[in-house]
């Protein structure tokens, strides 16, 4: 065979391809220790990814669900379920009463209850042969009506801790609303000129007192709140005739004075 046919057939001719087995087992071990940990690390950011979405969300939720076990309202909303739980709470709602209000302070509840409104009503002057006991005859049974109640609620052991009644304060400040109507009336020039002296006081009216929660100084207590309008009625007696003051307590001065005689004597001229 000539020189130009070999050259030409060696040309023409199709090599198989050369695979060394333990070349490529070597190139992916190079290949791997050299890559790898980069793609690990991106493995594991990838699955990060993924989670942090999710706990996100719980986290969202615990500190949705924890602030609104620890707010205010959802404390104050608890505090007042326990206290109709109490049976004595329960029955003085059932007679009229109502919560008048909730406040917070050191953990714990104080709820204030109103005792009903005394009903409105237009009072006449009763007949003389009817005269009362004396001027303070309800003071005895004032003492047996409610008249409202302080209590603290233990909102971690949903319990009532105590309840103080407010009788006693009531009380005290009925009668020095009475002292006042009657210094104030005694003193006006009206009185003095159609009350004799020797006359009976009946009776005398003023508002039940209303009471609120103060957290003041460091403790909760339930203190009376200043009325806008504060009125009160004194009957006097005397002889056949009776006679009622209204006194104006804000403004510390007698309204008018209306007697028996003189509502008899409008009625018959009519």
């Keep these: 065979m000539e020189k ?11 090599l198989p391809e050369i695979e060394i087995k333990s070349h490529k087992e070597r190139l992916n071990l190079a290949l791997m220790k050299k890559y790898y940990p980069e793609r690990k690390r991106a493995e594991v950011f990838n699955i990060f990814k993924k989670l942090v979405p999710a706990g996100a969300v719980a986290v969202i939720l615990f500190v949705f669900i924890f602030n609104n076990l620890n707010s205010p309202k959802y404390n104050l909303a608890k505090a007042k379920k326990i206290a109709l739980e109490n049976n004595e709470i329960k029955n003085w709602l059932q007679q009229g009463s109502t919560i008048k209000d909730i406040k917070l302070a050191d953990g714990r509840a104080y709820v204030l209850i109103e005792p009903p409104e005394a009903k409105k009503e237009e009072k006449e002057l009763m007949p003389a ?3 009362s006991e004396g001027a303070f005859q309800e003071s005895e049974e004032i003492k047996e009506n409610f008249r409202g109640a302080l209590a603290e609620v233990n909102i971690k052991e949903r319990k009532i801790s105590n309840i103080e ?3 006693p304060a009531a009380i005290d400040l009925i009668k020095s609303k009475k002292d006042k109507a009657l210094d104030i009336a005694n003193k006006s020039q ?5 009350i004799p002296k020797e006359a009976e006081v009946l009776n005398i009216e003023v508002h039940t007192p209303k009471f609120r929660i103060s957290n003041e100084g460091g403790s909760v207590s339930a203190i009376p709140e200043t009325e806008a309008e504060e009125k009160a009625s004194i009957i006097y007696q005397f002889d056949e005739n009776q006679c009622e003051g209204k006194v104006d307590l804000n403004k510390e001065r007698l309204e008018e004075i209306n007697c028996l005689k003189e509502i008899n004597k409008d009625a018959t001229s009519e």
Excluded: G, H
Aim: charged share 50%.
């Design 190 to 194: 009206e009185v003095q000129d159609k």
């Design 165 to 167: 009644k407010l009788a």
């Design 4 to 14: 130009d046919d070999l050259i030409r057939k060696l040309e023409e001719m199709s």
């Design 129 to 131: 042969n009817l005269k």
